[in-house]
């Protein structure tokens, strides 16, 4: 059955210091995955997402993510981190359907906190 | 800005009654939409998905009578909570597959969420 796992719950990091969000997933086939990023009482934004190809994937708001397939792993980076990316992040696993990315299956997320 | 609108953000109403929610694609056709639920301080869950003239498809466990999905247009799908009750308080979130990319690259693009709280 497809899963994604998140370990860390929360995590807390001053600003200007480097992130590196966990997610290990189980698929049988390669997988679709995507780093989504809701703030409070809102919808998900897309970071970022993984098709094929490059496995080091360039997202929006200055965040990379790597595909290891040894690891069964796509952590979620970023250099430098901004009080404004102070929110809840989480990954995903698309099962592919007739071409197109259809359920999603979300991680637990994490709660990343930014100290001053 | 927006490609998917959500309405309403929050409500907030008596038990026994019926809520509906709507999610609406702004400027894009999406055949198949989704419903998801998220419990406070959990991940979401997908309910359902919503086809385009047709019949949704429901999760495992989730009561297709108390969670009416309908996706009469292109553009718009509704979830009608029947009979609400306190443990349906939650917050609903949907998702629409965009359809403008080519191949695999069909993303979704999800609602701000509906806070729906029954009293």
């Known amino acids: 059955a497809q899963s994604v796992t998140q370990p860390d719950i929360h995590i807390t990091v001053s600003e200007g210091a480097s992130l590196e969000l966990r997610c290990n997933y189980s698929?049988?086939?390669?997988?679709?995955l995507f780093w989504y990023v809701q703030s409070p009482g809102q919808g998900l934004q897309l970071l970022l997402k993984?098709?094929?190809?490059?496995?080091l994937v360039q997202g929006i708001k200055g965040f990379e993510a790597e595909f290891k397939r040894s690891q069964s792993s796509f952590n979620l980076r970023k250099p430098s981190v901004h009080w404004s990316d102070a929110a809840e992040y989480f990954c995903?696993?698309?099962?592919?359907?007739?071409?197109?990315?259809?359920?999603?299956?979300f991680g637990t997320g994490t709660l990343l906190a930014v100290q001053p | 800005g927006a490609v998917v609108s959500q309405h309403p953000s929050w409500v907030i109403c008596k038990s026994g009654t019926s809520v509906k929610i709507e999610c609406r694609s702004l400027?894009?056709?999406?055949?198949?939409m989704f419903w998801y639920r998220q419990f406070p301080k959990q991940s979401l869950m997908l309910m359902a998905t919503?086809?385009?003239?047709?019949?949704?498809?429901?999760e495992q466990g989730v009561e297709k009578d108390k969670f009416l999905i309908n996706h009469a247009s292109l553009t718009l799908s509704t979830l009608t909570v029947t009979s609400a009750h306190p443990e349906d308080s939650s917050f609903y979130i949907c998702?629409?597959?965009?359809?403008?990319?080519?191949?695999?690259?069909?993303?979704?693009?999800f609602g701000d969420g509906t806070r729906l709280s029954i009293l």
């Open positions: 995903a696993v698309g099962a592919r359907y007739g071409g197109a990315t259809n359920k999603l299956i």
């Open positions: 919503s086809n385009e003239g047709s019949k949704a498809t429901y």
């Open positions: 993984y098709f094929s190809g490059d496995t």
């Open positions: 998702s629409a597959r965009d359809p403008r990319g080519a191949g695999d690259n069909q993303p979704q693009h």
């Open positions: 400027d894009f056709q999406a055949t198949t």
């Open positions: 698929y049988g086939a390669t997988p679709y």
